[in-house]
Each structure stands twice: as structure tokens, then as C-alpha cells.
């Protein structure tokens, strides 16, 4: 149990359907991430909060839509998706942003088990 | 440009079988090298960081080591419970992202 947990886990969509990912941390982290998993395909950094403020934004298309409340909540709203879109989504918390200064062990990204997304 | 590329893309092993896997980088700057574990229909499992060369990890049957330009997993006595797909991913540069690689997928046969 890593302490990172997603819902739904898995999600059928159309195109033209509205949904959003939902991810949640029980670690006390102050940094976190949207990754997209693509078959054959390393881990694809989308977006990076630190202390519920966006610092990265990977050049994601716009039907991609992040939303942090809070230190503990993530969200990924998905809108007029693509076919190509389908794949695992993976959340991840770490105690620091990396772009941060501090001890060693505190920038480690812990993963939730992933949303599978499949696209029609 | 960072990069990394683990080798080989996928092992297979006779249970007892002792090998090693290899994550090969390229960075400006390391800040760290990682290896997760995942297994299928799951998200990956922190099991080591390393920070710099020399430096050497140990977890039950895996042992993780780095060079200047690579890192291994050593996988002693591999047991059926290993099979997953290895990633290997590093950090560097003024944001410290992520970089990873595409992961070998081990198998173990009993």
C-alpha cells in the first residue's frame, strides 16, 4: 500500500463525454503528479503541483485539464478525447517539488495503482 | 538531452537463474537514480534510490548499483514472486524531473 489512491480504476469514454480522474494521498506529500503510461512507451511526465500550485505543465494538450484544491487531492479532467488518449494514467506524491532544495529521500515519487483509460 | 535506456527489454529466467538488468543514462547533473517496480494492471513500487557513484542498495534478492553511466539490478536466486517489469528512471537538471526508461519485463519461471 503506497499510500497514493486513484478512482476510478478503470474508465470507458467516448469523445465526446466528460469525466475526470480523481487521485488522493494519505502521505502528508506537498508535491504532485499526473503521468500518462503508453504501452512501449517510457512514463510521460503531463503535470507537477507543489504546494497545490501548477510549476509544470509538459505541453499537454488542452482537453487535459488539471485541478489541485488541496495538498492531498488531484484531478485530471478529460473532455473531447482522442482515441490515442488511452492509456494508464498514474498519480504520484513526493514530500518535496524536486525543483526544491532539501534532504536527500524527500523528492522519492510514490505511485498510485493508475486509472486505465480507454477511449472510443 | 537526458535520456535513459534499460536493457534488455524483457528476461527470462529459470527460478535459481541469477542475472542483471541495466539502465544505461545519460544526464546533466544527477540528483538521483531510481528503480520502481511494476506489475501488471498496477502502478510502479519505489524500491531504491541511488545518488552517486559507488553507491550500492540491497532489498532481499535485488541489489542495485551505479557507475557514472549506468546502473544494475542485480537479481540473485530469482523466485517466480519476481516477475514484474523493472523501471529504471533518473533526476537532474534545476527541476529534477523524472526521466525514465521503458523497463524490462522479467520473468521467472519455476
Known amino acids: 500500500e503506497t499510500g497514493v489512491t486513484q478512482t476510478p480504476r478503470h474508465l470507458v469514454m467516448g469523445m465526446t463525454n466528460k469525466k475526470s480522474l480523481k487521485c488522493e494521498q494519505h502521505?502528508?506529500?506537498?508535491?504532485m503528479y499526473w503521468y500518462k503510461q503508453s504501452a512501449k512507451k517510457p512514463l510521460e511526465l503531463m503535470f507537477v503541483?507543489?504546494?497545490?500550485?501548477?510549476?509544470e505543465n509538459n505541453s499537454v494538450p488542452s482537453r487535459f485539464s488539471p485541478e489541485c484544491p488541496n495538498s492531498s487531492h488531484l484531478f485530471l479532467h478529460l473532455h473531447t478525447l482522442q482515441p490515442e488518449d488511452s492509456a494508464l494514467y498514474l498519480c504520484?506524491?513526493?514530500?518535496?517539488?524536486?525543483?526544491?532544495?532539501?534532504?536527500?529521500?524527500?523528492?522519492?515519487?510514490?505511485f498510485g495503482p493508475g486509472t486505465r483509460l480507454l477511449v472510443l | 538531452e537526458d535520456q535513459v535506456t534499460q536493457s534488455p527489454e524483457a528476461l527470462r529466467l529459470q527460478e535459481g537463474e541469477s542475472s542483471s538488468l541495466n539502465c544505461s543514462y545519460t544526464?546533466?547533473?544527477?540528483?538521483?537514480l531510481f528503480w520502481y517496480r511494476q506489475d501488471p494492471g498496477k502502478g510502479p513500487e519505489f524500491l531504491f534510490t541511488?545518488?552517486?557513484a559507488g553507491e550500492e542498495k540491497e532489498k532481499e534478492r535485488l541489489k542495485a548499483t551505479l557507475t557514472k553511466k549506468e546502473s544494475f539490478l542485480h537479481i540473485t536466486a530469482p523466485k517466480p514472486e519476481d516477475s514484474a517489469t523493472y523501471l529504471c528512471?533518473?533526476?537532474?537538471?534545476?527541476?529534477?524531473?523524472?526521466?525514465f526508461g521503458k523497463g524490462t519485463k522479467l520473468s521467472v519461471k519455476p
Open positions: 528512471a533518473v533526476q537532474g537538471g534545476s527541476q529534477g524531473n523524472l526521466i
Open positions: 544526464v546533466s547533473g544527477l540528483r538521483g
Open positions: 502521505l502528508g506529500h506537498n508535491a
Open positions: 504520484a506524491s513526493s514530500q518535496i517539488y524536486p525543483g526544491l532544495a532539501g534532504p536527500a529521500g524527500q523528492e522519492t515519487q510514490y
Open positions: 503541483y507543489s504546494l497545490e500550485e501548477r510549476v
Open positions: 541511488l545518488y552517486s
